[in-house]
């Protein structure tokens, strides 16, 4: 077999081992008990962990048995020279949460002071959004289940058969496709809303797209899946909510944070950024393979 078809037979084995780990145990327990229930609670905490983590188990998995082995498996903090991309890693998101939240105000709602400084003080609002950034390595372990799968092993065994834009869509759509079974019981965007479920499956495969053009990077630049794996904890944890702190002028808070028409305000901070990196990348690679 030629050194492609054995990457191509790796990437292969790791995505059904990604999607079986974590799709037949999310069904099985939707059905049996509830997507609240097992989910939402933590009733079931170790069911949820175990298929947040199939990424990274099926990267495991791989290794052992197509007897790869344990190279490269992009680990090390590598912070010599990359402190930069481990600050971005917590300040994108929080970046892009607050345009977020100021276009959801010049665009659902409207601008009002006295409801913005209601939220918070500014001393407040600050401790907030560096306490945001700061934690962001501390709960990396949340997503490193999914980086570590995603960006260390499936994205290395694609982009040489697919190259770096290939990568970056088809990648995308694979990893938003595999939430599906959570966004079909209205975890990303609710239920309440035209096209359901197939729309939210699609708005989940773009944004994971964007998303996931910004951990590709990363990792290329640092060599390492940590910074993917703050960048992905921050984004979860607190980018938009520190944003809603400039919303005002929106009744319900928790519908719209929910619905689609927000998700569609947070693509456009992202796809500008994501564009602007998937262009560094590809430039980046030809330099490299024009010296070698």
């Known amino acids: 077999m030629t050194s492609k078809g054995k990457t191509a037979a790796r990437l292969l084995i790791f995505l059904v081992l990604a999607f079986g780990i974590a799709w037949i145990p999310a069904v099985i ?24 983590f199939a990424p990274a188990i099926a990267n ?7 007897k790869e082995g344990f190279g490269q498996t992009y680990l090390r903090l590598n912070l010599k020279g990359n402190v930069r991309y481990y600050i971005l890693a917590a300040a994108i998101p929080i970046a892009v949460g607050l345009i977020t939240g100021l276009a959801a105000t010049l665009i659902y709602g409207k601008w009002d002071l006295a ?8 001393k407040t609002a600050l401790g907030f959004l560096l306490s945001t950034a700061t934690a962001g390595p501390l709960i990396a372990f949340q997503t490193f ?12 065994k694609m982009e040489p058969l697919l190259g770096t834009v290939g990568t970056c869509i088809l990648g995308g759509i694979i990893w938003g496709v595999w939430h599906a079974p959570l966004t079909i019981e209205g975890h990303n965007f609710g239920k309440d809303y035209a ?31 940590i910074p993917a794996a703050i960048f992905h ?20 808070m928790e519908a719209f944070n929910n619905s689609l028409g927000k998700q569609a305000i947070v693509l456009i901070p992202y796809a500008v950024i994501a564009l602007a990196v998937m ?3 590809v430039i980046e690679k030809r330099r490299t393979e024009r010296k070698e």
């Open 29 to 52: 327990m939707n059905k049996k008990i509830g997507y609240e229930e097992w989910f939402v609670t933590d009733h079931y905490f170790i069911f949820v962990q175990f298929v947040i």
């Open 60 to 66: 495991v998995l791989t290794r052992l048995i197509t």
């Open 115 to 122: 409801e913005i400084r209601s939220h918070a003080s500014w």
């Open 145 to 156: 289940g999914e980086e570590f799968g995603w960006r260390a092993y499936m994205n290395q």
């Open 195 to 225: 096209g359901y479920p197939y729309a939210g499956i699609a708005l989940m495969a773009l944004f994971c797209t964007l998303h996931g053009i910004m951990l590709m990077w990363l990792v290329k630049k640092t060599g390492s899946v």
């Open 233 to 252: 904890a921050v984004n979860n944890n607190g980018g938009f909510t520190v944003g809603n702190m400039l919303i005002s002028g929106i009744k319900d």
């Open 279 to 281: 262009i560094s990348m």
